[in-house]
Nanobody, 122 residues
């Protein structure tokens, strides 16, 4: 069992930056790949990117890779999503999740956090 808790969301102006955190606890985290997703109102949950606990290998969806950076701190069991140059269309609930392997498919993620709201004002 893995527990995930996101934090760091809030209301920011367009052009600003934000760092989201995902604190993980539970069984051996090095076995997992951690993904970040977002879901805007009325839209499907969208893959943002992922990182492996063991090697730090990252993957991003093309639309965000120039502005989003995923990192992890193994000592703190925390994964981060740094977002720069925020745009109103980044407004969404952001979730972290854990999967056995790197994938963009939400259904393949086993554990999910409760999400943190990011709202970008124009």
């Amino acid at each position: 069992q893995v527990q995930l808790v996101e934090s760091g969301g809030g209301l920011v102006q367009a052009g600003g930056s934000l760092r989201l955190s995902c604190a993980a606890s539970g069984r051996t985290l090095s076995e997992y790949v951690m993904g970040w997703f977002r879901q805007a109102p009325g839209k499907e949950r969208e893959f943002v990117g992922s990182i492996s606990w063991s090697f730090g290998t990252t993957s991003y969806t093309d639309s965000v890779k120039d502005r989003f950076t995923i990192s992890r701190d193994n000592a703190k069991n925390t994964v981060y999503l740094q977002i720069h140059s925020l745009k109103p269309e980044d407004t969404a609930v952001y979730y972290c999740a854990a999967a056995w392997r790197a994938t963009m498919r939400p259904l393949q993620y086993i554990y999910w956090g409760q999400g943190t709201q990011v709202t970008v004002s124009s």
